[in-house]
C-alpha cells in the first residue's frame, strides 16, 4: 500500500471514529430510546367511545433534568374522558391520556438527584412549568414567575398538564405531552415524585392527581396552624358533594385530618354502605332526601362533582361563615347571591396540587393508611375500561397495569 493510500486510509477512520461513529451512536440509541415508547393513543372524538388505538409516539427531547419511567400503574381520572373529547379546549390530537402514572425510573438524567434508577416514582395532572428557566422566545420574561418562585406550580400561567400539554424548556421545543396509557413516560425530574415505600403502585396510582387534588383543597382550611396535618381540621364539620374518585378519597383525608364530623352527599341511596366504611358518619342521597332539613350544619364543603347547575341547595348547608371549594371543573356554576353575602359564605377553587403538596400528601397517606378503592385492568383493556368508566361502574378507581 502507498503512503498516499494509507495516509487516505487514516484520515476515513479517524473521520469514522471521530465524527460518523459518534452520529450512528446517537441515532442508534434515539431509536433503541425512542422506540419503547407505546401507547394507546387518541386519533379523534372518538377515542372516548373506546376506540383508542396502539402505537408509538415520540417522546420531548432528552433533557439532563429528565426521567424515563417504565409504566407499570396507571389510574383513570374523569378528566381523561373530557379531553377525549376535546370538551375542555381543543384537544391536540393525537394524544396519550392518563395522569396517575406510577412505575420504574429507568433512566435518570445527570442532573437529576432525588430520584435513582431502580426507584418507585410516580407523576400526577402536572409535568411541566416555565420554572422562571430561560424562554424559547427571547422577547419573553420568566424570571419572576410568581407562582414558581412561592412553590405554586400548579398556578404558573405556562403550567403544562401530562397530556394535551406542551413542554417549556428550550431544548423540548414545544413537545407535546403524552399521558400513561402507555409503556413508558419522559418528563422534567421537577414534577416526578418518590413512592413511600407503605403504599402499593395500585394505590398509589389515583393518590397522584385524585388524592393530591382534595389534599390541596382539604389544606387551604386550618383551624389549628400549630398543629400537624392529622389536627388539620379539627372540630370542623365537612361535607363531601360526590362519592366517586375524589370524593372518596377526600372523606379519608378528611377523617385522617381531625374532622369532627364527616357528611357525604350524592344522588344515589346505595352508597351509603361505601360512605359508613370509608369513614363518613353521615350520609344525603339528593335523590330521595330534602337537603334542606341539614341547613347551617357545615363548616366546609369540598365539591368534586363537574356537572353544570345550582349549588344554593348546597350553601345552605354551611353556617354563616362557611367555605364552598370547587374542585370539578364546571362550566356554569349558579347561586342564591343573597345566601352568599347573608351567610357570609366563601367560594372558591382549588386545582390539582403544587410539588410539594404532592410530596406532602404521599407522606400523609403512607402515615395514615389512606388507600383508594381500585380495581385493577390490564394496560390492553384500556378501552373496554374507559366505556365501564362512562358508564358509572368504577367503585372507585380503574387502575391500569402494565405485565412487566
Same mark, same amino acid.
Given at each position: 500500500?502507498?503512503?498516499?493510500?494509507?495516509?487516505?486510509?487514516? &484520515?476515513?477512520?479517524?473521520?469514522?471514529?471521530?465524527?460518523?461513529?459518534?452520529?450512528?451512536?446517537?441515532?442508534?440509541?434515539?431509536? &433503541?430510546?425512542?422506540?419503547?415508547?407505546?401507547?394507546?393513543?387518541?386519533?379523534?372524538?372518538?377515542?372516548?367511545?373506546?376506540?383508542?388505538?396502539?402505537?408509538?409516539?415520540?417522546?420531548?427531547?432528552?433533557?439532563?433534568?429528565?426521567?424515563?419511567?417504565?409504566?407499570?400503574?396507571?389510574?383513570?381520572?374523569?378528566?381523561?374522558?373530557? /379531553?377525549?373529547?376535546?370538551?375542555?379546549?381543543?384537544?391536540?390530537?393525537?394524544?396519550?391520556?392518563?395522569?396517575?402514572?406510577?412505575?420504574?425510573?429507568?433512566?435518570?438524567?445527570?442532573?437529576?438527584?432525588?430520584?435513582?434508577?431502580?426507584?418507585?416514582?410516580?407523576?400526577?395532572?402536572?409535568?411541566?412549568?416555565?420554572?422562571?428557566?430561560?424562554?424559547?422566545?427571547?422577547?419573553?420574561?420568566?424570571?419572576?414567575?410568581?407562582?414558581?418562585?412561592?412553590?405554586?406550580?400548579?398556578?404558573?400561567?405556562?403550567?403544562?398538564?401530562?397530556?394535551?400539554?406542551?413542554?417549556?424548556?428550550?431544548?423540548?421545543?414545544?413537545?407535546?405531552?403524552?399521558?400513561?396509557?402507555?409503556?413508558?413516560?419522559?418528563?422534567?425530574?421537577?414534577?416526578?415524585?418518590?413512592?413511600?415505600?407503605?403504599?402499593?403502585?395500585?394505590?398509589?396510582?389515583?393518590?397522584?392527581?385524585?388524592?393530591?387534588?382534595?389534599?390541596?383543597?382539604?389544606?387551604?382550611?386550618?383551624?389549628?396552624?400549630?398543629?400537624?396535618?392529622?389536627?388539620?381540621?379539627?372540630?370542623?364539620?365537612?361535607?363531601?358533594?360526590?362519592?366517586?374518585?375524589?370524593?372518596?378519597?377526600?372523606?379519608?383525608?378528611?377523617?385522617?385530618?381531625?374532622?369532627?364530623?364527616?357528611?357525604?352527599?350524592?344522588?344515589?341511596?346505595?352508597?351509603?354502605?361505601?360512605?359508613?366504611?370509608?369513614?363518613?358518619?353521615?350520609?344525603?342521597?339528593?335523590?330521595?332526601?330534602?337537603?334542606?332539613? &341539614?341547613?347551617?350544619?357545615?363548616?366546609?364543603?369540598?365539591?368534586?362533582?363537574?356537572?353544570?347547575?345550582?349549588?344554593?341547595?348546597?350553601?345552605?348547608?354551611?353556617?354563616?361563615?362557611?367555605?364552598?371549594?370547587?374542585?370539578?371543573?364546571?362550566?356554569?356554576?349558579?347561586?342564591?347571591?343573597? /345566601?352568599?353575602?347573608?351567610?357570609?359564605?366563601?367560594?372558591?377553587?382549588?386545582?390539582?396540587?403544587?410539588?410539594?403538596?404532592?410530596?406532602?400528601?404521599?407522606?400523609?397517606?403512607?402515615?395514615?393508611?389512606?388507600?383508594?378503592?381500585?380495581?385493577?385492568?390490564?394496560?390492553?383493556?384500556?378501552?373496554?375500561?374507559?366505556?365501564?368508566?362512562?358508564?358509572?361502574?368504577?367503585?372507585?378507581?380503574? /387502575?391500569?397495569?402494565?405485565?412487566?
Amino acid at each position: 500500500m502507498s503512503e498516499r493510500s494509507s495516509s487516505s486510509l487514516v &484520515q476515513i477512520l479517524c473521520l469514522f471514529r471521530y465524527r460518523l461513529r459518534p452520529i450512528l451512536i446517537e441515532a442508534m440509541n434515539h431509536w &433503541q430510546e425512542n422506540g419503547k415508547f407505546k401507547g394507546w393513543l387518541a386519533l379523534d372524538k372518538n377515542a372516548a367511545a373506546g376506540q383508542m388505538e396502539w402505537g408509538g409516539f415520540e417522546p420531548k427531547p432528552w433533557e439532563k433534568t429528565d426521567i424515563d419511567i417504565k409504566i407499570t400503574h396507571c389510574g383513570m381520572c374523569g378528566s381523561d374522558m373530557h /379531553v377525549l373529547r376535546s370538551e375542555w379546549g381543543p384537544t391536540s390530537y393525537p394524544l396519550v391520556v392518563g395522569h396517575e402514572i406510577v412505575g420504574i425510573a429507568e433512566r435518570v438524567g445527570t442532573d437529576v438527584h432525588h430520584i435513582r434508577v431502580g426507584d418507585r416514582v410516580g407523576v400526577g395532572a402536572q409535568s411541566d412549568a416555565c420554572l422562571c428557566r430561560k424562554p424559547p422566545a427571547v422577547a419573553q420574561d420568566w424570571s419572576s414567575c410568581e407562582a414558581c418562585v412561592t412553590g405554586h406550580e400548579n398556578r404558573c400561567p405556562r403550567a403544562s398538564m401530562s397530556y394535551n400539554g406542551v413542554f417549556h424548556s428550550a431544548a423540548a421545543d414545544g413537545a407535546k405531552t403524552m399521558g400513561g396509557y402507555a409503556s413508558y413516560h419522559r418528563c422534567p425530574s421537577h414534577f416526578v415524585f418518590k413512592i413511600p415505600n407503605a403504599i402499593s403502585s395500585e394505590h398509589a396510582a389515583p393518590l397522584m392527581c385524585a388524592g393530591a387534588t382534595v389534599y390541596s383543597a382539604l389544606g387551604r382550611v386550618r383551624t389549628d396552624p400549630t398543629g400537624g396535618m392529622g389536627q388539620h381540621l379539627r372540630g370542623l364539620r365537612v361535607g363531601v358533594i360526590g362519592v366517586g374518585g375524589l370524593g372518596h378519597l377526600a372523606i379519608q383525608f378528611a377523617r385522617a385530618m381531625g374532622a369532627e364530623h364527616l357528611m357525604a352527599i350524592s344522588r344515589k341511596v346505595d352508597k351509603l354502605g361505601d360512605v359508613l366504611e370509608l369513614g363518613a358518619h353521615s350520609y344525603i342521597a339528593t335523590d330521595g332526601e330534602d337537603v334542606g332539613t &341539614q341547613e347551617n350544619d357545615l363548616d366546609l364543603i369540598i365539591s368534586t362533582i363537574a356537572a353544570d347547575g345550582t349549588i344554593t341547595k348546597h350553601l345552605r348547608l354551611l353556617k354563616p361563615g362557611g367555605r364552598y371549594i370547587v374542585l370539578g371543573m364546571q362550566d356554569a356554576v349558579l347561586f342564591d347571591g343573597k /345566601v352568599l353575602v347573608v351567610k357570609e359564605i366563601g367560594i372558591m377553587g382549588s386545582l390539582i396540587a403544587s410539588p410539594s403538596e404532592v410530596r406532602n400528601m404521599l407522606q400523609f397517606a403512607a402515615e395514615h393508611c389512606i388507600k383508594p378503592w381500585v380495581e385493577v385492568r390490564q394496560m390492553s383493556q384500556a378501552n373496554s375500561a374507559l366505556e365501564d368508566m362512562e358508564a358509572g361502574k368504577a367503585r372507585y378507581r380503574y /387502575v391500569l397495569c402494565n405485565n412487566t
